[in-house]
């Protein structure tokens, strides 16, 4: 569980009116992309050791790796990922604090205590209308995290569909003032599983630059494979799914009643129902 799920920077931006005034001129005046420019340069590259030491991030798999910027390191790339491969459980697709939520018959689901519609993830009321009735997870990246995520079973991609959007935080405390999902930049698709239906994913970004890389579409993928990845910063996944295709496992689901739950790229934490 996540204790402590806000930054500082965050409760002051999001929490408090002069917060809220400095963040929408920092957007106004595009310093998310001023920052990414630089992120994504040499001169980013003294960054890297604090922000390793400072968050206890375990690089042994990149041992004798040289990260040319920061996004270098923040975009590592793992040899191999692990992954329960049995065809009837359901994998995480990246490291994440994950949560759960019914999709209703109304076709809006709350997430912080807010209400947001189907038409608000894919502005198309069509698509987001088979999903009513069945399930929504959503994966929060924090920024200490591994951001590439793969495909959770073998499916049939079909094309990306990206939203350009404003970008903002995902943490808890944003997510109470703004409604993110809708104003944040996302790219969604719809995938034709073997074991699960189909299945929505739609992959927001956040606060910074927001960027979303995404490897495939219109074309058939293998469960493990990598899907994509977020450039800088935290951001979120949400899968949505159709009812009655996926039960999650007791014990995660007990937890999940109480808040967030951390997950690892991989982990079995649903069967097929």
Not at 27 to 39: D, H, I
Not at 78 to 101: M, W
Request: glycine residues 8%; hydrophobic residues 40%; aromatic residues 12%.
């Amino acid at each position: 569980m996540n204790k402590n799920p806000n930054d500082k920077s965050v409760i002051f931006l999001y929490g408090t009116k002069p917060g809220r005034v400095l963040l929408e001129l920092i957007l106004a005046l595009k310093v998310p992309a001023l920052l990414g420019l630089f992120l994504r340069s040499p001169l980013s590259i003294p960054v890297i050791r604090p922000f390793v030491k400072r968050n206890g991030i375990n690089l042994s798999e990149w041992a004798g790796k040289k990260f040319h910027s920061f996004n270098d390191f923040f975009t590592r790339k793992k040899a191999i990922v692990i992954f329960d491969s049995e065809p009837d459980h359901f994998i995480s697709p990246c490291d994440s604090l994950l949560t759960s939520y019914d999709i209703k018959n109304d076709s809006t689901f709350s997430i912080k205590g807010a209400d947001y519609s189907l038409n608000d993830f894919f502005q198309n009321e069509e698509t987001g209308k088979k999903f009513i009735g069945g399930k929504c997870l959503v994966f929060r990246l924090c920024a200490t995290d591994y951001h590439r995520y793969i495909y959770c079973d073998n499916a049939t991609v079909e094309e990306n569909h990206f939203i350009k959007g404003k970008l903002y935080c995902v943490q808890p405390l944003a997510l109470e003032k703004y409604k993110v999902f809708t104003l944040n930049r996302r790219n969604w698709n719809i995938l034709h599983t073997e074991n699960f239906g189909d299945v929505a994913s739609v992959e927001i970004g956040a606060f910074s630059v927001g960027g979303i890389i995404n490897h495939h579409e219109n074309c058939a993928v293998k469960k493990g494979e990598e899907k994509g990845y977020f450039d800088l910063h935290g951001s979120t996944i949400a899968l949505l799914f159709e009812k009655g295709k996926i039960k999650l496992l007791p014990e995660l689901e007990q937890n999940l009643r109480k808040g967030e739950v951390r997950v690892k790229i991989g982990q079995w934490i649903a069967n097929k129902a």
